[in-house]
């Protein structure tokens, strides 16, 4: 794998409406010489839904990680970690609403 950033946490909350959502992405080797693109979401403390996605080729998942964090930002969800650091500290300008 690629040293490019591949672990996104993104949340989304909104106390008028109790909502308190989260969303990881993660891209993570499998033991077949495949690459997976791991989905987790659901309400913040919970341990909420996991669905996986196997691809031949890293940019190929690295191009849907990209698309489905355009659409969470897009809805509201504001990025907590990338790659484990906050985003200020991976030198990225966090988008709020």
Request: proline residues 3%; glycine residues 8%; hydrophobic residues 40%.
């Amino acid at each position: 794998m690629t040293q490019q950033c591949s672990n996104l946490y993104f949340q989304r909350i909104d106390p008028s409406r109790n909502m308190a959502r989260y969303y990881a992405l993660s891209i993570q080797p499998t033991l077949f010489g495949e690459i997976s693109l791991i989905r987790a979401w659901g309400r913040i403390g919970t341990l909420g839904q996991e669905m996986s996605h196997h691809f031949a080729s890293e940019a190929d998942a690295i191009a849907i990680l990209l698309q489905i964090a355009r659409r969470k930002r897009a809805k509201g969800y504001v990025a907590k970690a990338i790659c484990g650091k906050s985003p200020e500290e991976a030198g990225v300008v966090a988008q709020d609403r």
